[in-house]
């Protein structure tokens, strides 16, 4: 009944690498400026967690959000910058929207929101140190089954 939270992790930024179109996937955000020339890097934090109404009358289930964000590490100003960082978090998101369980470690992504805020994206700008970075900031809500014995 535990949570592999090392597993669920591993997994999200292995499935965002294949995608081919991240330069660098991290498990963090990253304590440097990211490198200019990489296209675009993907850094996954912890978000909210909770129990949700949708658990089983043994077991608690889990709600837990994964925050990512999206760096173009290109300059700001070019005119590709929208329309590449627009069809990298879609592509994201479409790759994990049907069905997907990280191998079985999850219960689902919940697209829609069946159990909180719909999976979502918000673009904006983050400076670090003397660049300023276009960015997309993803909530991806992860719904985990019976992670909690509620007793007989």
Do not use: W
Not at 9 to 30: D, M, R
């Amino acid at each position: 009944m535990a949570v592999d939270g090392t597993a669920i992790f591993q997994a999200l930024e292995s499935h965002a690498l294949k995608l081919g179109i991240f330069g660098a996937v991290n498990g963090h955000e990253p304590k440097s400026v990211p490198t200019f020339g990489e296209s675009m890097v993907l850094s996954f934090n912890l978000g909210s967690f909770h129990p949700i109404l949708s658990s089983g009358l043994k077991s608690l289930s889990y709600r837990i959000e994964v925050l990512g964000r999206i760096y173009r590490t290109d300059l700001v100003g070019s005119d590709t910058v929208e329309p590449e960082i627009l069809s990298a978090a879609l592509a994201l998101f479409t790759s994990i929207s049907g069905g997907f369980t990280l191998g079985g470690l999850i219960r689902c992504v919940d697209v829609l929101g069946m159990d909180g805020e719909m999976m979502n994206a918000e673009p904006g700008y983050l400076k670090l140190g003397d660049e300023t970075f276009r960015t997309v900031d993803l909530m991806i809500p992860l719904l985990v089954n019976d992670v909690m014995d509620l007793g007989a």
